[in-house]
């Protein structure tokens, strides 16, 4: 019997704060080794684990291929450059195998499976003390982790999603904010908001009042012809998901356009979404307890979802 067989409804995600109740792995990848996910893996000295010193890619992979690979990577390498981690020349190799070595494992690279991978890289493992990192003899560890896909919890098609504005504001100059590190403590102060107010998910502003991303995808707004996101200088992860939609858009006749865009603008949208690689395209259509628009999924969002969904099943190229 595989991982997957186990699946039962009891599974099955049914909260609307999207607490992850999928399955427990089997395994975890760790440096070239497929471990038992329920043993003991990490050095307590790991700098990942002690100060948050990493950064990591979750992706999505739909019957063993995993979807916009390469620009994951490069993403990963660009945090890296960003925190002055030294990948291994061979880390893309090794990452490639080793997903395919961690979703064959797992049961989760069949024709129709559909797997989401976490692959965290962190600067190493170091006995010493403080914050500089040494300049020489630290080897990164590299770790791989893959779940089943959930589907969305109830509601989060049909009725949208509620998202608040997080106390927490992002500074456009802080060059550490576009990059996804493992120093998350930020976005889970912001869910919790979210969920102690009963919404779905909270969304920074910048200091000065603009839209800047939920905490775990990227905002899109539809308004007349327009396809509107926060330009890359808003504070953002600059997501693939955001690039894919900003090409999609041209396919059914919307103008993309990436821009300042205010809390204003978001409450007068025609229709509103979040877009990340894992949950895919999901509507938003309440704003600090207000409806956006008439307050139901629009018809561009759940054609993008639908699209997209096509797009990660290798139905369509683009
Ligand atoms: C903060 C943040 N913004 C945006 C995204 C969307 O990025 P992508 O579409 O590459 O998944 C993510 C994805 O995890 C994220 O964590």
Same mark, same amino acid.
């Not at 195998?97 to 024709?111: K, R, V, W, Y």
């Not at 908001?193 to 939920?214: C, I, M, N």
């Not at 865009?261 to 509507?283: H, K, N, Q, W, Y």
């Given at each position: ?98 997903? @395919? ?22 600067? @190493?493992?170091?006995? @010493? ?25 109830? @509601? ?163």
């Amino acid at each position: 019997m595989t991982r997957r067989d186990r699946v039962t409804s009891a599974d099955r995600p049914t909260s609307a704060d999207r607490v992850s109740t999928t399955p427990s792995p089997g395994h975890v990848w760790l440096d070239g080794q497929l471990l038992p996910a329920a043993g003991h893996h990490l050095s307590a000295f790991d700098r990942g684990f002690q100060l948050g010193d990493g950064i990591f890619e979750t992706l999505r992979a739909r019957g063993g291929r995993v979807i916009e690979l390469r620009e994951h990577l490069a993403r990963l390498h660009r945090s890296a450059g960003g925190l002055d981690i030294e990948l291994p020349t061979d880390a893309d190799i090794r990452i490639e195998q080793g997903i @395919g070595d961690l979703l064959a494992i797992e049961g989760l690279a069949g024709t129709g499976d559909d797997a989401s991978i976490r692959l965290t890289v962190t600067r @190493g493992s170091f006995m @010493g003390r403080g914050l500089l990192p040494p300049s020489e003899g630290i080897v990164p560890t590299i770790v791989i982790q893959a779940w089943p896909v959930a589907p969305p919890p109830p @509601g989060h098609l049909t009725d949208g999603l509620h998202l608040v504005a997080s106390s927490i504001r992002r500074d456009p100059e802080n060059p550490i904010v576009t990059l996804k590190t493992t120093s998350r403590a930020d976005y889970v102060h912001a869910r919790l908001e979210a969920r102690r107010t009963g919404a779905d998910d909270a969304l920074f502003l910048t200091v000065d009042g603009h839209l800047s991303e939920a905490t775990s995808a990227n905002i899109v707004l539809i308004r007349g012809s327009e396809l509107a996101t926060p330009a890359l200088a808003c504070a953002i992860l600059p997501g693939t998901t955001r690039s894919w939609v900003l090409a999609w858009a041209g396919t059914v006749g919307l103008t993309a356009v990436e821009d300042w865009l205010t809390t204003r603008e978001l409450a007068e949208a025609d229709e509103a979404f979040l877009c990340s690689s894992v949950a895919g395209i999901l509507p938003v259509t309440r704003f600090d307890g207000r409806p956006i628009a008439h307050g139901r999924p629009g018809s561009l969002t759940l054609r993008a979802r639908a699209d997209r969904e096509a797009f990660i099943r290798g139905e369509v190229r683009s």
